[in-house]
DNA sequence: AATTTAAACGCAACAATGTTGCAATTGATA
DNA sequence: TATCAATTGCAACATTGTTGCGTTTAAATT
């Protein structure tokens, strides 16, 4: 088992997703990190993060893929089961942690994870484009 | 209103859909063309397939993009609500179009397009890695 | 505090995937 | 058959993600 280390860049990237309210892109978060580190470096933080549980990543229909804080509660093994929306009109991605779907599978499939995303307009674009 | 035309590389790509079981990526799809035209191409076709709901889009967690026919009769409008299965070993990707998931969204958002898909072990890998 | 050592890093090079501009070709209609 | 916009091929480019390797560094040990 390998050990874990707190580097810089990888503190960063966390207050960089701490102060968001929405879910980031590899590209927005170098862009916020302002050349703190090399892009492949944020490239493993994000890979490390995920296999820490502590984010999870969101993969968009229009092939984007994005990546958010985890909010549950701390554990071991876990699934993403809340829904995405991806605003067509801002591109902003949010968690809806509140929207669960449920389904039926058919027997003899193993389910690991699901990705369960909307998209369309959300409450901001939904609002101005009356 | 542009008009759409049925040349030899849309015929060909749609026999390739026709003979698949599965979801094919644009890779897969040049593969079976065996250069039939350029990958370019293949590009416009799909998307030409698309707006035409002819086929519709996938995209799966590990970002990989596939395409499928769609079975449903054909609308002028719809949400394409089924869910997608991805395996993780064999890489298939399946429509499930009889699992539709349910869910509840809050108000104030649009839903114009719903992306569902579970990963797991397709009922193939489960029997044979017992 | 100095030493140790594997994790993490920067850099360069590469691969995969998708897009764009433009001139040439071609399907469908007249 | 002539017309003409839709479609194509090609080259060039952009974006996103990966890999190898020598160097740096976190953090545990002495
Ligand atoms: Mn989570
Ligand atoms: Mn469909
Ligand atoms: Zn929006
Ligand atoms: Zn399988």
Redesign the interface.
């Known amino acids: 088992m390998k050990t874990t280390r707190n580097t810089a860049a990888k503190t960063a990237v966390l207050e960089v997703f701490e102060k968001s309210k929405t879910a980031l892109s590899h590209t927005e978060i170098q862009k916020q990190l302002n050349d703190l580190c090399d892009r492949v470096t944020i490239y493993r933080i994000l890979d490390r993060l995920i296999n820490e549980d502590v984010i999870h ?1 969101i ?5 984007t ?1 994005k990546y958010a804080k985890c909010n549950h509660s701390h554990q071991r093994v876990h699934i993403h089961n809340h ?1 995405h ?1 991806s605003c ?1 009109n801002c591109h902003e991605i949010t968690c ?1 942690e ?9 027997h ?16 901001n674009c ?2 101005s484009n009356i």
């Open positions: 990543k993969s968009n229909l229009d092939g893929v829904a929306f067509e809806l509140t929207v669960k779907p449920s389904y039926i599978m058919p003899n499939y193993k389910v690991n994870e699901i990705n369960f995303t909307l998209s369309g307009l959300c409450p939904l609002n």
